[in-house]
């Protein structure tokens, strides 16, 4: 099933300029009176503007937009401002996710700004201040601060080669760091494709929530998750068995270094559910320890595949990296994954729920 767009409407604009920037049609608003007139009358007062060749000559954006401010829309996202670049295609789309997620952003920036002056991250790992931010600069800011920060904590301890790895509870981001950042300027969130620079970061869907399952063949492990609520079993919400339960079981986390009561018999209980799952189809008694450790073995391959991703791939060997541990789960399976790729040394914080 396709997903729905991310806009209300789309209306063609009467107007042409030449791939030189040179007037062919020169811009008509009152041919839009209208269509926009019914969209103000919609409550639509957000707006993309995407010209064709508005990369090499902005003029005719810049006057829609102000058209449209005077008109009564409250925003308007224009391309050749936010990539302006010679793809339309890419350029239309950032343009829209950047209308899309203005008022809210907005609002939200606008509320916290209040309380003084304030930087936000944007997705290439840098700062902005409030009046220079846009929301197209901020859609992996998060994933880019653990870039930055995985960096510092390389350096601090005497490494500038370091492999951030940063294990959440529905997914794992990995990044490479060696003296400088790498950076892509093209990137997908979703189903859309914005030109915007970007720390590149590699996902992949196993963390701490994601669910530990049988699908009739074999053991897997994700790509849905526990999430918050329930959460996993272990929480005694009625969540499913997920690879944070996998890890209690086999003693890798202590329980009292949580803020949230953690128990052992839902867990447990879960586990036989699928045990004796797998018994009836399969007519085979397999032990606990060894399904959990084929879950364990499964989650840590899909992340240690991540790395190879970053690094083999593009030709560096991740033995001379150190792998910097952090997230919610990042302390439950750095180790294991570390010993898959031959690295040497393991950077985790002290607050890390890690006992082996």
């Avoid at 090499?56 to 936010?82: K, Y």
């Avoid at 809210?104 to 944007?122: H, I, K, Q, S």
């Avoid at 653990?146 to 301890?157: I, K, L």
Wanted: proline share 6%.
């Amino acid at each position: 099933d396709r997903p729905a767009p991310l806009y209300a409407e789309v209306i063609e604009v009467p107007e042409r300029l030449g791939p030189r920037g040179e007037v062919i049609e020169p811009l008509d608003t009152s041919a839009l009176d209208g269509p926009v007139d019914a969209l103000l009358a919609r409550g639509v007062t957000v707006a993309a503007v995407a010209l064709l060749h508005a990369y090499r000559d902005p003029r005719h954006e810049r006057d829609l937009e102000r058209w449209l401010l005077d008109r009564g829309f409250d925003h308007v996202s224009r391309s050749s401002d936010l990539a302006p670049s010679i793809k339309i295609v890419p350029r239309a789309q950032t343009a829209v996710v950047d209308a899309y997620l203005s008022p809210v952003v907005r609002d939200y920036v606008d509320r916290v700004g209040a309380l003084g002056d304030l930087l936000m991250m944007t997705s290439a790992g840098g700062l902005l201040d409030t009046a220079a931010f846009r929301p197209k600069d901020s859609l992996l800011s998060g994933p880019a601060g653990g870039v930055v920060g995985a960096a510092r904590a390389g350096r601090v301890s005497g490494r500038d080669h370091v492999i951030g790895f940063d294990m959440g509870g529905t997914s794992t981001d990995v990044a490479r760091y060696d003296g400088d950042y790498e950076y892509v300027y093209e990137h997908r969130v979703g189903s859309a494709r914005l030109v915007a620079p970007a720390l590149a970061v590699e996902t992949v869907a196993a963390g701490g929530g994601s669910i530990c399952w049988l699908d009739g063949e074999r053991l897997r492990v994700g790509p849905q998750s526990g999430g918050a609520q329930p959460g996993p079993a272990c929480y005694g919400a009625g969540g499913p068995l997920t690879l944070t339960d996998v890890n209690l079981l086999l003693g890798r986390l202590d329980p009292s270094r949580f803020e949230i009561p953690v128990t052992r018999d839902p867990a447990h209980r879960r586990l036989q559910a699928l045990r004796d799952e797998l018994e009836a189809r399969t007519g085979r008694s397999i032990p606990d320890d060894e399904l959990l450790e084929g879950w364990l073995a499964i989650a840590n391959e899909a992340m240690a595949s991540a790395i190879r991703r970053i690094s083999l791939r593009r030709g560096y060997d991740p033995a001379g990296y150190a792998l910097v541990a952090f997230g919610g789960a990042g302390g439950q399976h750095a180790c294991g994954v570390a010993e898959q790729l031959e690295m040497r040394r393991v950077i985790v914080p002290r607050d890390a729920a890690l006992l082996s």
